[in-house]
């Protein structure tokens, strides 16, 4: 099948791409900031099947109707234009060979002008953000909005958050989100796994301790872990910038994502050991840290059916 030939001017759905500065040689935009950082969001790369079945099947598909008419075929200028309808054509049309390269360019383009004008009332339907490397922006947005108004946090945010933290301490797909998992892999390197049970400390409120998000002296977003009444050892906090929180929410879901993980893994295993610090102050404090002469408990973390992580003592002579 010959390729698809656009009219003399470009394809106007472009102009999408433009403020992305994909109408510029890769290595003067890589020069320029904001198209640099406009990049990292990866705006029109990422998408979801839901987005893809509406911008490929939609002009035929029954169930995507309605959305395609609103989203597609009402904006002729940007959106229905003749090029993309006859490069979609193809693509569905097209035996194997077809040269589907014209379809896949165009293709990105709606989800980057989709991403920019997606009604607010489908926007949670179609995932917007899920259009972009930052999956759980939406709810960072949201959760960032409910601190600054003194309001309950939004539902499954903290335990996403301990869950995502637990998976890094522990280096295992733990399930736990009602206590966060304080584990060692026997010293302070930072092991990617540490089977070493240090503290179990609960998230709710209880004996002094709790792990909550909270806002941040910068007006940020922080998680805070408390561990003791009083002030005797003060709060220890980690600001959850959109990246962190973006990495903990891909690990809470059983994910590593590589393209942002060494620096985050890095930065949430000093965390770690800051927690292992004042834990073994407390301990200090408490007179709990007195050895009992000719052996030592270690305790180990088990894995139940469920996933949850569970202690195993272990007696060990001196």
């Known amino acids: 099948m010959p390729a698809i030939q656009s009219s003399g001017r470009a394809d106007l759905a472009s102009v999408y791409r433009n403020i992305f500065g994909e109408n510029l040689k890769a290595s003067r935009a890589e020069k320029t900031e904001l198209f640099k950082k ?45 090029y993309y309808s006859q490069t979609q054509r193809a693509y569905l049309e097209g ?100 089977p070493l049970l240090d503290e179990l400390i609960s998230v709710p409120r209880q004996a002094g301790e709790e792990v909550n998000i909270v806002l941040g002296h910068d007006g940020g977003v922080d998680v805070a872990v408390k561990l003791t009444r009083g002030d005797a050892i003060a709060p220890v906090t980690l600001a959850l910038s959109p990246t962190r929180f973006e990495f903990l929410g891909r690990v809470a879901e059983g994910a590593l994502p590589s393209s942002f993980s060494l620096e985050c893994h890095e930065d949430l295993l000093a965390f770690k050991a800051r927690l292992l610090r004042e834990t073994e102050n407390r301990r200090r404090l408490d007179g709990d840290d007195q050895a009992t002469e000719g052996h030592i408990m270690l305790r180990f973390i088990e894995l139940s059916s469920d996933g949850r992580a569970t202690p195993r003592r272990v007696m060990v002579r001196t």
Do not use: C, H
């Not at 998408?47 to 109707?65: E, H, K």
């Open 38 to 82: 406009l990049k990292l969001f990866g705006i029109g790369g990422e998408t979801s099947n839901r987005v893809d079945n509406l911008l490929v099947y939609g002009a035929d598909d029954p169930a995507y109707a309605a959305d395609y008419a609103r989203l597609v075929l009402s904006d002729p200028t940007y959106g229905a234009t003749p």
């Open 95 to 194: 035996g194997e060979g077809t040269d589907r390269t014209q379809f896949l360019g165009a293709l990105k383009s709606q989800r980057q002008r989709l991403f920019f004008t997606m009604p607010e009332d489908l926007a949670a339907d179609y995932a917007l953000w899920d259009l972009t490397v930052f999956r759980y922006a939406g709810l960072y947005l949201e959760v960032a909005e409910k601190l600054r108004a003194r309001q309950p946090l939004p539902r499954g945010a903290l335990a996403m958050v301990v869950r995502g933290l637990n998976r890094v301490f522990t280096g295992m797909l733990v399930q736990n989100q009602d206590e966060l998992v304080l584990a060692t892999s026997g010293s302070y390197s930072q092991s990617k796994r540490s």
